[in-house]
């Protein structure tokens, strides 16, 4: 993807009022957990979603703890049992 | 060890002393080594490490988080479970120390190069005559607003965030400002630059179907 496509794609995604990312992070564990109990948190919480599609820190910690807090039971278990 | 314990619980048990709190402690540290240690195995940027390294990793990330998490518990809102606003904060403090460490070297003038943001690539080969008029003109509107409306720690920012993707964090602490203040920075600048597009009654949208 040129730079110039990004940027442009930056621009369409860009919004009057936007969250920071401390404010996203903050409401990080309860927009993970919403959508892990089958929510739809793109229509509930449109700004945390439009900020995770436009800051790649952001969205790196959304992908991370939907993993670890996904991960259980079913490995860390098995060894916590053990 | 348990950790299906309630929030009052979690609570309850870390904020006590001996060795209530010691056992949750330890639960809590379990719990997030293991999980931050499977995270990392299936990193693809952390694959030349080993087992043992990244066990190591873990260990050294889950004791910090937990460090941070014992003086942040009174902060603890309850809107999630207890387990899943404490990885939230491990997460934070282990993607954030892999950012350190993957920029430690990079220099301040790199990172705040005041960069080009000139297309060095544009997909024009099968546009018409008519799109490649358009093209032009929204590159010239987007430089013009680059160079003319937007300050020079505008560019800096966008350019190192949108090029070269240095971490807010890392780059506020370079820029001397907060990673807020540096988000409003770039956001001010992304918002002037549409608004003049939409001047020339060009969406962003549009802009954007003109060079796909
Ligand atoms: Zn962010």
């Known amino acids: ?82 | 060890m348990t950790t299906d314990r309630s929030n009052e619980t979690w609570l309850a048990d870390l904020q006590a002393i001996g060795a209530q709190q010691d056992a949750a402690i330890q639960d809590l540290l379990s719990w997030l080594e293991r999980r931050l240690f499977y995270y990392l195995r299936d990193r693809s940027d952390l694959r030349r490490l080993n087992g043992d390294e990244i066990a190591q990793m873990a260990a050294d990330f889950a004791q910090d988080s937990v460090l941070i998490i014992l003086k942040k518990s009174d902060q603890f809102q309850g809107r999630s479970k207890f387990t899943t606003w404490a990885a939230k904060i491990a997460v934070h403090q282990a993607l954030g120390e892999l950012r350190r460490a993957r920029w430690r070297d990079v220099s301040l003038d790199e990172l705040t190069a005041d960069g080009s943001f000139e297309p060095d690539f544009l997909n024009t080969e099968q546009a018409t005559p008519e799109q490649k008029a358009l093209q032009s003109d929204i590159i010239a509107t987007v430089m013009d607003v680059m160079q003319n409306e937007l300050s020079e720690r505008q560019r800096q920012a966008l350019y190192a965030r949108l090029v070269l993707g240095v971490p807010s964090g890392l780059l506020a602490e370079q820029m001397n400002t907060n990673p807020n203040a540096l988000y409003k920075l770039i956001h001010d600048a992304r918002k002037r630059l549409k608004a003049r597009l939409v001047d020339r009654g060009l969406s962003p949208e549009d802009a954007l179907s003109v060079f796909s």
């Not at chain 1, 509930?44 to 820190?57: F, V």
């Not at chain 1, 991960?71 to 098995?78: D, L, S, V």
């Open chain 1, 1 to 82: 993807m040129s730079l110039f496509y990004k940027l442009l794609r930056m621009l369409a995604l860009t919004k009057e009022r936007e969250l920071t990312c401390s404010e996203v992070n903050e409401l990080l564990d309860y927009y993970v957990e919403l959508e892990q109990s089958g929510e739809n948190v793109k229509a509930l919480m449109p700004t945390m979603t439009q900020h995770l599609r436009i800051c790649p820190e952001c969205k790196e910690e959304y992908d991370a703890l939907k993993k670890i807090t996904g991960i259980e039971p079913i490995m860390a278990t098995a060894q916590e049992a053990s």
